[in-house]
């Protein structure tokens, strides 16, 4: 038998997300908001987790898209910035905490979004689907054959420590390596540029809209940056040769101009035969994303779920 | 009922091999091999092949890997230098010559070898796998979650086209584009560039001695070359987050200095945690790995086969 409802739950740095999702529909029937608040440590994230899961729908399927890097699929935590944990095994403490009643699978959040996107939103209906979101840092998703391509150890989609400099002068970025187009196009590293050749605390909105009136330092940056989003993007659709290109994220749905050049490059920079088929769309889902795609994730049969404790 | 047997077909530029393969063992039970010769009308080439067929395994299901660009999955041949082919509908005209006793699958060669390696040799056992071969040109394969990444169009695994330059100098590229890994490394551009630089008709075999050896102007080329295919192996696996990456080709299978620089610099251009769980390995297979693959292919239900006339 296979369930009607799943909780889907988005982990972030600042707010624990979760939704009680009608699975036909991808309806969110209930949702659930608070900060992730102090103390942060394992223990108390995991029983912070199992009172919501418990209220919104008991015994259901129950999925999380997790700000982290993880190291296998059973929920190993291998790095979260933003919840300072390292080695942590979220997953087996989960559902060792929930028990038997309730299946459970973990995920990269940006999978999680780019799942609901496949699901109910831009990309629905694609059997091959690349997502790319560009805030704070960038984070991607694959769909291939129409299933979720999670890699050996679950952190497939890392499209944004693709390198696109390694001279000696390629930017460092906080993976520990050099020259990830995180670290020249991802918010973060963003809002520092700008702050240092502006003095001033624009954002890219704000360089977007000066780019888009003509201003020349603007068009400048987005004419050095543009180029290296779309050799990353088209690099990525030429491998893959995905149906659909799916761009969201803080940065990117507020940038018009610069996803206009972007897209301008990668008629150069996509192998041919892939970029004929290709449409490039915004995500559609907004913060609804993540919540469908890790209740649908949850629901659906897998090869490797969290064993059970 | 499942077939036990399947033809596997290896339609190159220079020559037409087929073998009937036993599907539990592998085996190639019977092997034929004669020049694809002139003329190469289609008209021509597809009797050619179904004579070949009918004399193998009459019945049997086929799997055919094609050295050519590919637009759908039912074998539409986009474009082929090597049999001088321009949207060739091979698969339907095939088909409507086999008639209906024949289950037909037209796969890209390079996909087909990838898929060979997967069920008999080098990625035997792995659910994520790259294969990047680099001969005349550079292929690749993508197989992710146990399936083969065919694309929307049947053209995915296009790594030989990743741009790794995309300045003013960018080498161009038979594609039409500029800056690919294949303008540098592939063995054509590289024998032209051997030749060009040194006066002789050295082979990248050559170099790669040389440069073992010490030479000066082969270290330096090997020096040159192997951050841009470390590169773009790096970005890829990094997406992927794929166990086995299988390298194989005229080119690497006989450059072992290249290779070892190669791999020494992917620990810096591959995201941490996708390298840590990634072996690099040769192909195992050689020649019969298409052969192999493609029937393997043919016999494998697949969301999209060749419509029957």
Redesign the interface.
Known sequence: MSAQHAVGIDLGGSNLRAARVELTSSTIEQHHREPVGEPRDPQTIVAKVARVVERLSPGAPVGIGIAA?L?DREGTV?NSPHLRWRDVPFGRLLAARLGDRYPLTVTNDVNAIIWGEHVAGAARG???VLGVYVGTGIG?G?I??G?L???????????G???VR?DREAAPCE????GCIEAYVGGSYLLARIARETGTAGTPADVDRLAAAGDPWASALWAELA?LLS?TL???V??????RLVLGGGVLSRTPALVALVKQHMA??T????W??LSVVQAELGDDAGLVGAAHLAATTR?SPVPRP
């Open positions: 890097m190291s291998a694609c059997r091959d991607g694959v291939a054959n299933a391509v999670e890699g050996v150890t679950n952190c497939a989609g890392e499209i420590h693709t390198k390694w993976c520990g390596q050099r180029p050799i088209g690099n990525a030429s491998l893959l040769n995905c149906e150069e920079t192998n041919g035969p892939s004929g088929p090869p």
